[in-house]
């Protein structure tokens, strides 16, 4: 059975936060559980728009992307995250290799108006051939997936790395679905992490969640809705989100 890993947030910024969770993921591969690593990169690529002078725009918390800001994307998150990633898994002794959602139209998107609102080369995820996949698990290879899809007529798309990874676990029939990020958990009203969120108290959440957490259980909820059975959001599984 595979696990899906969503590797988010500041974590990536943050070397030592990141070695821990990429230990962890290694901890799993080495007991013999195939993992597929999706992550996205945000914050590297609003550093890099900032470098090259562009400037960041967005709508309802999504990326306007313009043909100038897809470069960047591209780049960064098939790139220098990516590559980054990759690079850090061999030092701990794992055979990776960085793949895009693009490549093998490994993530199916495709690109509506938001709010009626034009995105740019903005998608929404509509599924998820793992055939890419399966082949590098099957030869030992651990696959790093950056958070870039394509359309239907070959379009390259910015998406939800959140989304992609849950299309992927759907995809893959994976046992488990985690999303590693820099949050502790799904918080209460006073802060709290809440250890266990059921599905039906999870859609009430949606309605007054604001941030990336929204992204994360509307993921969340869609893969469990399909069939994965164990779901984790933070950085150390704080929250389990369960059906019943």
């Not at 599924?127 to 870039?148: D, E």
């Not at 969640?209 to 993921?219: C, E, I, R, Y």
Request: hydrophobic share 50%.
């Amino acid at each position: 059975m595979t696990t899906v890993i969503k590797l988010g947030g500041s974590l990536l910024d943050d070397p030592r936060r990141r070695d821990a969770a990429l230990r962890q993921i290694v901890a799993r591969w080495n007991s013999g559980e195939n993992v597929v690593l999706v992550h996205g990169g945000g914050k590297h690529i609003d550093a890099m728009l900032a470098k090259l002078g562009i400037a960041k725009k967005t709508h309802a918390g999504l990326r306007i992307t313009d043909d100038a800001t897809l470069e960047v994307v591209v780049s960064v998150l098939g790139g220098t995250v990516n590559k980054m990633l990759v690079s850090e898994l061999t030092k701990l002794g794992v055979r990776a290799a960085g793949i895009s959602g693009s490549d093998a139209t490994l993530i199916a998107a495709q690109h509506p108006p938001i709010d009626g609102v034009e995105l740019g080369h903005v998608g929404r995820v509509t599924g998820a051939n793992c055939t890419l996949v399966k082949a590098m698990l099957q030869y030992g290879i651990l696959p790093v997936v950056s958070s870039i899809a394509q359309s239907v007529d070959g379009a390259l798309l910015n998406v939800n790395a959140d989304s992609a990874a849950s299309a992927l676990a759907v995809a893959l029939q994976a046992k488990s679905l985690r999303f590693i990020t820099d949050v502790a958990g799904f918080l209460d009203a006073n802060g709290a992490v809440v250890p266990v969120l059921r599905a039906n108290e999870a859609e009430t959440f949606l309605e007054s969640v604001t941030g990336g957490m929204k992204p994360k259980l509307q993921a969340a909820l869609s893969a469990l809705r399909a069939g994965v059975g164990a779901i984790e959001i933070g950085e150390n599984g704080g929250t389990h989100l369960v059906a019943a």
